[in-house]
């Protein structure tokens, strides 16, 4: 019994870090095929790509637009399964669902990691700011 326990912790510890560590290279490809094809901006809509790799998403930690502006936002992960959520903005951003929205409401939202990754510490910094400005 303590066999089939330790079993069923030890799987289900694997499969928790599974999100942040795996992610196939294969998969990676085709994501970054994605993003390079509809990177051919449509006229009126800012495009923002967030790469995201264990515990981080990209350097640029905020994104800043002008209110009224339609945004596109893609998810490339070059380490681990990632996603975005924002409630307010309505943001469920996946590496193969980009988001669309126009940033009709000024303030400061916070995108963060909607897929726990490994240790609360870390997950909880993967965040990424986005602005909307007059």
Request: proline share 1%; with cysteine; aromatic share 4%.
């Amino acid at each position: 019994m303590r066999i089939i326990g330790l079993l069923l912790l030890t799987g289900s510890l694997t499969m928790g870090l599974a999100a942040c560590g795996g992610g196939d290279e294969q998969s990676t490809a085709k994501q970054e095929k994605a993003v390079e094809t509809s990177t051919e901006a449509k006229a009126g809509v800012e495009e923002f790509t967030i790469t995201a790799k264990n515990w981080n998403f990209s350097s640029d930690k905020e994104i800043v637009v002008k209110k009224g502006e339609k945004v596109k936002l893609n998810l490339v992960n070059k380490e681990g399964l990632h996603t975005i959520k924002n409630d307010e903005l309505g943001i469920d951003l996946t590496a193969d669902k980009p988001a669309e929205f126009t940033a009709d409401k000024t303030g400061e939202y916070v995108l963060k990691c909607s897929t726990v990754c490994g240790a609360t510490q870390d997950h909880e910094g993967m965040e990424i700011s986005l602005k909307v400005v007059d």
